[in-house]
Every structure is written in C-alpha cells, then in structure tokens.
C-alpha cells in the first residue's frame, strides 16, 4: 500500500502564487508517475499534471501550461506542484495522486492511489 498526503493549499488572490506538496509513503520502492488532479464543485475530477518516474518527463492539462509546473524530488517520494498567474477558475479540491509504471497517464483510472485532496481558492 501506498499513502499519499498533500499540502500547501490554501487562499490566493488572483495573480498570485501556490505550491502544493504531496509525499508518498508506503511500498514506494517501484517505479511510479506522480500526478495532480483537481475537482470543483459541481464539476468532474480533471487532469492537470503529471510527472514521469525519472522526473524528466511532463504533461499538463491545456488550460494550465506556462502557469504550473510539476515536479518531483530527488528521492522520488514526493511531488510538488508550482501554481503560478492564478485565477479564480483553479479554485478546485487538489488530489495527488501515483501510477504505476511508465509514462504519464491523464486518465484518473490509471493512477492507484491517491490523497485525500487539499483546497486552493483564488479571490478575485
């Protein structure tokens, strides 16, 4: 088993900053993509990132590219996530979450396990 657990969330005005942590603890010694989801209210969970197990590799959802940016630490158990130009459209319940394998999975059916989530609220 493996548990995930974020951090960082919180509230922004628009323009501004975040960074979100997430770290993995657990049966993490296999290979693994680090990803980030969000879901807000009223709205299905969507893909916003996610991380190849070397670090080397990224993908982002279209309407975050040039603003996030994904990355993972050298001990490859955590994740973190560099929101920057927020807007009050991020505001969303943000869930980490890990896949096994290669790759960089979007699909949240891919990825096996996951946070309890921590909430980002951009003001506008």
């Known amino acids: 088993q493996v548990q995930l657990v974020e951090s960082g969330g919180g509230l922004v005005q628009a323009g501004g900053s975040l960074r979100l942590s997430c770290a993995a603890s657990?049966?993490?010694?296999?290979?693994?993509?680090m990803g980030w989801f969000r879901q807000a209210p009223g709205k299905e969970r969507e893909f916003v990132a996610a991380?190849?197990?070397?670090?080397?590799?990224?993908s982002y959802a279209d309407s975050v590219k040039g603003r996030f940016t994904i990355s993972r630490g050298n001990a490859k158990d955590t994740a973190y996530l560099q929101m920057n130009s927020l807007k009050p459209e991020d505001t969303a319940v943000y869930y980490c979450?890990?896949?096994?394998?290669?790759?960089?999975?979007?699909?949240?059916?891919?990825?096996?396990?996951w946070g309890q989530g921590t909430q980002v609220t951009v003001s506008s």
């Open positions: 979450a890990r896949s096994p394998g290669v790759g960089l999975p979007q699909r949240a059916y891919e990825y096996h396990y």
């Open positions: 657990g049966r993490t010694f296999s290979s693994a993509a």
């Open positions: 991380v190849s197990w070397s670090g080397g590799g990224t």
